[in-house]
């Protein structure tokens, strides 16, 4: 395929992701064109089945020189696709058996506020606290980047402080307003997560956004961050609040464990926990797991009982927390979502059966 016809084949297909408001593109050798709708896969039977040679050359059309040497040298490639000044794409290409794939997913042009998400405005809470860690949880594709985005724009229109974002890829861009917003993307504009962090102590930053919390070196600067006058936002990909507490602490070694605990439990401000599920008529609604660090909280964390957060959690709805069956079954009683979709999300199928037959 020519290069030219190469271009304009992507074009189209990324203008039917827009004209059918996909969340991503998939291109294998061997399938048709797929797009993700609502979480659910839809091949494009009416384009022609992909060769290896088309993967290449639609691959070739969205990347810079640059960029292509990089794939070739690591066998993938993390980087932002802009679509004709109206769409841009978080994009990753990869060989597979040899082959090319690609895999973008539409990062939504406009920043949305928490209301426009349907997640609930006490998360703006969070944005007060002048230090500490706030961590966004939850399965890939599930709106984790979407939610803090909010949260970001929300400090940039109320409050007057320099924010610096650090990601992989540059998700989001944000007009400055009343903020100083500087956007660093790793392998670009700095060489990894850690050191874009570590830089941040430099550069009189009061809020930092992590796209992903990775590794051990990260973890450890993001909560030194915490203690010392930033207000750090970050993501992690785990599934509740104990996993994600748990899963912090096992990232260090054994001997530096319960230092870490005392240490989290002081700078944790709190855990969200969101899912996306499938709405009744189209789209996709959050469901969310709201952790606010309280003091019985911060025992636990101490004392390794990150396995009792759950029942905290269900008994201190005054202070903003809310267990993730109990924001399903709310949305099951408001006809917003199916029994049949939450037990997909559920954490206890019986204690959400039985929130639904309470009321």
């Given amino acids: 395929m020519s290069d030219t016809r190469s271009e304009q084949r992507i074009k189209n297909l990324l203008r039917l992701v827009a004209q059918q408001n996909a969340s991503d593109l998939h291109l294998v050798v061997g399938r048709y064109p797929t797009l993700r709708l609502d979480g659910k896969l839809y091949p494009l039977t009416q384009e022609s089945i992909l060769s290896a040679d088309d993967t ?11 960029n292509k040497k990089k794939l070739l040298a690591d066998g993938q490639i993390d980087f932002s696709y802009n679509f004709e000044s109206k769409a841009r794409f978080r994009t990753n290409i990869f060989y597979q058996q040899g082959n090319i794939s690609v895999a973008m997913r539409t990062v939504s042009g406009k920043v949305r506020t928490l209301e426009e998400l349907n ?18 949880t939850g399965p890939v594709g ?3 980047s979407t939610t803090l985005s909010a949260l970001i724009d929300f400090v940039n229109h109320n409050q007057d402080k320099h924010i610096i974002t650090i990601e992989d890829p540059i998700e989001y861009i944000y007009e400055q307003d009343r903020c100083i917003i500087n956007q660093r993307e790793v392998g670009r504009d700095t060489k990894s997560f850690s050191e874009g962090l570590r830089s941040v102590f430099r ?3 009061n809020v930092v956004l992590i796209g992903e919390l990775r590794d051990l070196e990260t973890i450890s600067t993001a909560m030194t961050a ?6 750090i936002l970050a993501t992690l990909h785990t599934n509740d609040t104990s996993q994600t507490i748990d899963r912090i602490i096992d990232v260090f070694p054994a001997h530096q464990q ?3 605990r005392s240490q989290l439990a002081s700078v944790l401000l709190g855990v969200i926990s969101q899912r996306l599920v499938p709405k009744v008529g189209g789209g996709r609604v959050p469901a969310m797991e709201i952790m606010v660090n309280n003091h019985a909280v911060e025992n636990l964390i101490r004392e390794n009982k990150a396995y009792q957060i759950d029942s905290v959690i269900e008994t201190s709805l005054r202070e903003g927390m809310v267990s993730l069956d109990k924001s ?3 949305l099951i009683q408001r006809g917003i979502i199916t029994m049949d979709d939450a037990l997909v999300f559920t ?4 204690y959400l059966q039985m929130l639904i037959s309470k009321k």
């Fill in 347 to 350: 954490k206890n199928r019986e």
């Fill in 203 to 205: 550069e009189d930053a």
């Fill in 119 to 136: 997640i609930p405005s006490i998360l703006y809470d969070f944005t007060n606290n002048a230090q500490g860690l706030l961590l966004v």
């Fill in 328 to 330: 399903l079954a709310d």
């Fill in 142 to 144: 599930h709106g984790k």
């Fill in 226 to 231: 915490a203690e010392t006058g930033h207000l």
């Fill in 56 to 66: 290449l050359s639609l691959s070739d059309a969205l990347m810079s020189p640059e």
């Fill in 258 to 260: 319960n230092q870490v």
